[in-house]
């Protein structure tokens, strides 16, 4: 059985950091897409970056520059390094992979 368990989130000011950590069991993220999408409220749920091996990596135009997404095989962990933080980033976020095995999301709230 396939579970993705997000963990992460927070309330974090304007400009700041935070990591989201995606673990896997039942599945091995390196024999996989792995992504991350969000949803914001009263938003369509949107991708925000995707890895499909340790140097092939998308970004929104939303999140480029400001988003790295990374993957511990060790741990079968996959990371959302989340700098620079906007208001407009407060979403709960989703890992997902194995074509269609979805997380149960993490709350990011950015606010002053």
């Known amino acids: 059985q396939v579970q993705l368990v997000e963990s992460g989130g927070g309330l974090v000011q304007p400009v700041g950091s935070l990591r989201l950590s995606c673990a896997a069991s039942?599945?091995?993220?390196?024999?996989?897409?792995v992504a991350w999408y969000r949803q914001g409220p009263g938003k369509q749920r949107e991708s925000v970056a995707s890895?499909?091996?340790?140097?092939?990596?998308h970004y929104s135009d939303s999140v480029k520059g400001r988003f790295t997404i990374s993957r511990d095989d060790a741990k079968n962990t996959v990371y959302l390094q989340m700098n620079s933080l906007k208001p407009e980033d407060t979403a709960v976020y989703y890992c997902?992979?194995?074509?269609?095995?979805w997380g149960q999301g993490t709350q990011v709230t950015v606010s002053s």
């Open positions: 997902t992979s194995g074509g269609g095995h």
């Open positions: 039942g599945i091995i993220f390196r024999y996989n897409i």
């Open positions: 890895i499909i091996s340790s140097r092939i990596t």
